[in-house]
């Protein structure tokens, strides 16, 4: 198991960025599948983007493409979001995710077993 502990939302303007980060707690964090999800009220969680273990491939969703940067430090224990060019569509809770599976897997069912608490994120203008 490892712990997730999400930070770095806010309120902002369209057009500026936020970075987001996720601090894990446990000993294997390396081993995982680290991901991003968002969600907004009355619709299921929605796949933002993620990130192998080792940190040499990543995935996003269509939307978030060449907007968001994910990215990972394992000495650290961290997980990153780069969120540029924001729009008022991508106000949302974002959560942190974590998965032993192969990322392909994981993103392809969605069945991560780790989640943080969220952090909210809102984008005005």
């Known amino acids: 198991q490892v712990q997730l502990v999400e930070s770095g939302g806010g309120l902002v303007q369209a057009g500026e960025s936020l970075r987001l980060s996720c601090a894990a707690s446990g000993r294997t964090f390396s081993s995982y599948t680290m991901a991003w999800y968002r969600q907004t009220p009355g619709r299921p969680r929605d796949f933002v983007s993620a990130v192998s273990s080792t940190g040499d491939a990543t995935y996003y969703a269509d939307s978030v493409k060449g907007r968001f940067t994910v990215s990972r430090d394992n000495v650290k224990k961290m997980l990153y979001l780069q969120m540029n060019s924001l729009k008022p569509e991508d106000t949302a809770i974002y959560y942190c995710?974590?998965?032993?599976?192969?990322?392909?897997?994981?993103?392809?069912?969605?069945?991560?077993?780790?989640w943080g608490q969220g952090t909210q994120v809102t984008v005005i203008g």
């Open positions: 995710a974590a998965d032993r599976d192969d990322p392909v897997v994981a993103v392809t069912s969605g069945r991560f077993d780790n």
